[in-house]
């Protein structure tokens, strides 16, 4: 295939799946997005975790919450499990790897927190074991997935599937979703201001 058909295939499909995204999931973007400021208004915080691509992904989403995403407000507190390799690591030997997220979780979430697992599969399982603890202890569970939703799924209060099998369809409609939230969330706090001088 030539460089430039491969280039106009894939970005017909991406187009096709972001129609399709849109019909899908704009009712539990909007969901998360009103959570999402319930739980920061409430002194609450937004943590994020996923594996490989969903990691950036975290790392990303939780930087915009704390920084900013389009306006000067006060920063959000939001983490995501993936910076830290001292836990990753020491979780990982102690424990397995299934385990690096949900012991975070257990750790730093409280009931009225919300934690946001990103799964293109659905399955990952460290993601999976993470949002069912989350789920049985009072923490508001989300979860980010492809067309399945898998058992990510089954372990969340809000599930955007993304209705696509394609994983870098799916990636794209996250970041997507990801942004949206973050916008949402930002709008509700437009008249904060941070006491940090020059911000």
Not at 69 to 95: E, H, M, Q, V, Y
């Amino acid at each position: 295939m030539s460089s430039s058909k491969l280039i106009q295939e894939t970005i017909a499909d991406h187009t096709v799946t972001v129609t399709r995204f849109e019909e899908a999931c704009s009712t539990v973007i909007a969901e998360m997005a009103e959570k999402c400021v319930e739980a920061l208004k409430s002194g609450r915080k937004v943590c994020f975790f996923g594996n490989g691509g969903s990691a950036a992904d975290s790392q990303h989403f939780a930087a915009e919450f704390v920084v900013r995403f389009r306006k000067n407000r006060k920063g959000l507190p939001a983490l995501a499990f993936t910076t830290d390799t001292s836990i990753l690591t020491a979780c990982a030997n102690d424990f397995g790897y299934d385990a690096v997220f949900a012991r975070q979780v257990e750790a730093l979430c409280v009931p009225g927190d919300i934690v946001v697992g990103i799964s293109t599969s659905g399955s990952s399982r460290n993601v999976v074991a993470a949002l069912e603890f989350a789920k049985d202890n009072g923490i508001t569970a989300f979860a980010f997935t492809g067309e399945s939703g898998g058992a990510c799924g089954e372990n969340a209060d809000c599930l955007l599937a993304v209705p696509s099998p394609v994983t870098a369809r799916v990636q794209e409609c996250h970041l997507i979703a990801g942004h949206l939230i973050c916008d949402l969330v930002e709008i509700a706090f437009a008249d904060t201001k941070s006491t940090i001088a020059g911000s």
